[in-house]
Structure formats: C-alpha cells, structure tokens
C-alpha cells in the first residue's frame, strides 16, 4: 500500500476485555514499531520488530500487553485485561532497514488507533 | 536515558511570520532527528529527518538544523501559513532505534 495502515481507527471497549489492533506497514518495510501516545504527550516506544522477531520489547508496559508479526508484514498489537488507564492512540511505524549511517531508518506512521477502555 | 524536551508548548503568531521551534536532548548518541506533524486526530506526518553527521536539512519552506554536541534542534518555518497550524514533534533515535518524542509545540498561525 501507500502507507501505513491500521484497524481499527477506533476501539471502544469495557475494563477487563481483550482488544487486538492491527497495523499494515508500508510494503518492504523490514522494521515496524508501536507507540502510545496520551493525550498531550509525544509517542512513547512499545515494540520494535525486525522482521518476524521482536527485536526489542522493552517498552512494553507489563504483562498484559504482547505483539506478533508472524510474517514479517502484517503486526497484531494484543492487550489482555484492558483497564481505563489503556486508553490512548496506538501508533504503529515502519522503515527499511535501520542502521547507522542511513536514511533508512526513517520512520513512518499510520494514522492510529484510538482506544477508548470504560 | 534519552529525554527530549521542546520549548515552547504552545505558540500562536500572525501569518506571515517566520518562527523557531527548539527542541533539546540529553544524550548526545543519537543517529538521526525527526521532525514530525501531527493535526488534531491524526497520525504523524514526517517532515525532515537530519542523520547524526548532517548539520541541516530544508524543504520548502522548512529548514531544520542539528547541533550534536550541544544536544540541539531547531525547527525554521519561512513565511508561516494558517495551514501550517498543527502540533510539531521532534523525536531522536540511538542505537535502540526506537524514537524517543518531546511533548511537541502546538503551533497556532492566525490569519
């Protein structure tokens, strides 16, 4: 595709229940990420994929929260158990490949997916 | 751990002026500075990226500068638009690739 897409745009969901969001990154694009963003605030790092595995994960904020991209394309963001404090956008980026010296690791967003937790 | 920090928070200027967005980081072993646009409800939309030994980049209307050592950036806008209202983030990357994003400046240019 053009860009980078992700479904749903919107997400509303009660405190205790399961959500996936998915996230279409531009084609050839080896890496992907996902961040939140509150309300007021910059994005804040989630996962990192490179290719099929997570290359790090440490943004993740416990247990609850957990990410795939079985083939290398396609991510599904998991949360398990949602609470109120899950609300935000989750934006979802991808690059080429990331290194050093190279424009490459310019990144890309999708337009997000509001999540609203009642 | 990296911090960013942009200044002001918000900003409103008549059309036609030309502005500066500063953007500040705390480690300086970064590999390259985005800016970013954000509209209200929207994704981000990148602007300039400026790699670790690049002192500035320019399109349009927009220059961007980089100073590593000092732990600086700066966002230029000639001739700003009422268009051009919208939230600018600036956000560096390191070896952990991630970005790590200030709280941006809400820009508001009145016609």
């Known amino acids: 595709g053009a860009g980078v897409s992700q479904t749903p745009s919107n997400k509303v969901t009660e405190k205790g229940k399961y959500v996936e969001l998915r996230c279409d990154p531009i084609?050839?694009?080896?890496?992907l990420y996902w961040y939140r963003q509150s309300l007021g605030q910059g994005p804040e790092f989630l996962i990192y994929?490179?290719?099929?595995?997570?290359?790090?994960d440490s943004g993740l904020p416990n247990d609850r929260f957990f990410a795939v991209r079985p083939e290398g394309s396609v991510s599904t963001l998991k949360i398990q158990r949602t609470e109120r404090g899950d609300s935000a956008v989750y934006l979802c980026a991808s690059s080429l490949i990331p290194t050093r010296l190279s424009s490459y690791n310019e990144q890309f967003f999708g337009p997000g997916t509001r999540l609203t937790v009642l | 751990k990296q911090e960013v920090t942009q200044i002001p928070a918000a900003l409103s200027v008549p059309e036609g002026e030309n502005l500066v967005l500063n953007c500040s980081f705390t480690d300086s072993a970064i590999y390259n500075l985005q800016w970013f646009r954000q509209d209200p409800g929207k994704g981000l939309t990148s602007l300039l990226l400026i790699q670790s030994s690049q002192r500035e980049q320019t399109s349009g209307r927009l220059n961007a500068s980089l100073d590593k050592s000092s732990g600086r950036s700066t966002l230029y806008i000639a001739a700003s638009q009422p268009g051009d209202s919208a939230t600018y983030l600036c956000a560096v990357s390191g070896s952990a690739r991630q970005l790590t994003f200030g709280s941006g400046t809400q820009l508001t240019v009145l016609p």
């Open positions: 084609s050839g694009h080896t890496a």
């Open positions: 994929f490179q290719g099929t595995g997570a290359a790090d």
